[in-house]
């Protein structure tokens, strides 16, 4: 069973700087298995912020950028705001038309 | 605009049986594989199946796997998931998504979501 594990919460302060990582299990994370990242807000369906590791998805401001870092990928804000507060996830492609999302992050700005 | 619209959602009995369809529009819904993701209430993000663009190749996650069955009609351009069998564990929002797969796989467009109620 492939488990991919985040950061239960975080807490940035505004203008700060954040990184939120996301695990495998099984190994190391890579370009290989196209990690992504979506933000969701309370009652709103996910939002792609950044696909392919590193590409942020159309309309995405640039204070949020992706990585591999280690044998993680990683979600990194940079000067925070207030609006950035929400819910992070990662998904994983597994291959053969499977993927496994992470349990999120719950991020808080204060 | 890509839109993705779900329904079909609602209060079903364990053991019962639901059908949610997701209809597409502002895209060729025939040139895309299409997905399920689920949100149990306060809980996060799971896939739960894909279609090939034809229909001709499915995925499941395995706690749906003999009780789900994901199709697709391009001719009505929507997206449909049979849920039998079901479950209280199946109660969730249910959001159909489209999956890019050209060298970049990921979910690019999501619905709004519908949702699934299994309860006596």
């Known amino acids: 069973q492939t488990v991919v594990t985040q950061e239960p919460s975080f807490s940035v302060s505004p203008g700060g700087t954040v990184t939120l990582t996301c695990a495998l299990s099984s190994g190391s994370v890579s370009t290989g298995y196209f990690p992504s990242w979506y933000q969701q807000t309370p009652g709103q369906p996910p939002r792609t912020l950044v696909y392919?590791?590193?590409i942020r998805s159309s309309g995405v401001p640039d204070r949020f950028s992706g990585s591999i870092l280690g044998n993680k990928a990683a979600l990194t804000i940079t000067g925070a705001q207030a609006n950035d507060e929400a819910n992070y996830y990662c998904v994983l492609y597994m291959g053969k038309g499977i993927w496994v999302f992470g349990g999120g992050t719950k991020l808080t700005v204060l | 605009e890509v839109q993705l619209v779900e329904s079909g959602g609602g209060l079903v009995q364990p053991g019962g049986s639901l059908r949610l369809s997701c209809a597409a529009s502002g895209f060729t819904f025939s040139g895309y594989w299409m997905t399920w993701v689920r949100q149990a209430p306060g809980k996060g993000l799971e896939w739960v199946a894909n279609v090939r663009e034809d229909g001709g190749e499915k995925f499941y996650v395995d706690s749906v796997k003999g009780r789900f069955t994901i199709s697709r009609d391009n001719v009505k351009n929507s997206l449909y998931l049979q849920m039998n069998s079901l479950r209280a564990e199946d109660t969730a929002v249910y959001y159909c998504a489209r999956w890019y797969r050209d060298g970049h796989n990921h979910f690019d467009y999501w619905g709004q979501g519908t949702l699934v109620t299994v309860s006596s």
């Open positions: 392919s590791t590193n």
